[in-house]
């Protein structure tokens, strides 16, 4: 019903930046809101931000001063700035529909993208 696809990631230095980026695609017009989530080896998966139907957006408390959710359209991004080793995680694209919907509630994901923060 609901496809993304990441695309993005790659190696930096600390301190770096990177863009990531969602293309969604399908029936887009149920979706309520994204989100980016990320997975670091030996941990869960965890919030990274939000972004509402209305464009509000919503940060963890480990990336708010360096981190942009936005979208546009179809496509959703992810500009991470001032990045540290701990940032280092495969990084989800995450598409919400709430349970008021038809359809009802569900989440769907992107199949990750590898960001990489070493010296």
């Known amino acids: 019903q609901v496809q993304l696809v990441e695309s993005g990631g790659g190696s930096v230095q600390p301190g770096g930046s990177l863009r990531l980026s969602c293309s969604a695609s399908g029936l887009l017009r149920s979706i309520d809101s994204m989100a980016w989530y990320r997975q670091a080896p030996g941990n869960e998966r965890e919030l990274v931000a939000t972004i509402t139907d209305r464009g509000n957006p919503t940060y963890a408390d480990a990336v708010w001063d360096r981190f942009t959710i936005s979208r546009d359209a179809s496509m959703l991004y992810l500009q991470m700035d001032r990045l540290k080793p701990e940032d280092t995680a495969v990084y989800y694209c995450?598409?919400?529909?709430?349970?008021?919907?038809?359809?009802?509630?569900?989440?769907?994901w992107g199949q990750g993208t590898q960001v990489t923060v070493s010296s």
């Open positions: 995450n598409a919400h529909r709430d349970a008021t919907k038809w359809q009802g509630a569900y989440d769907y």
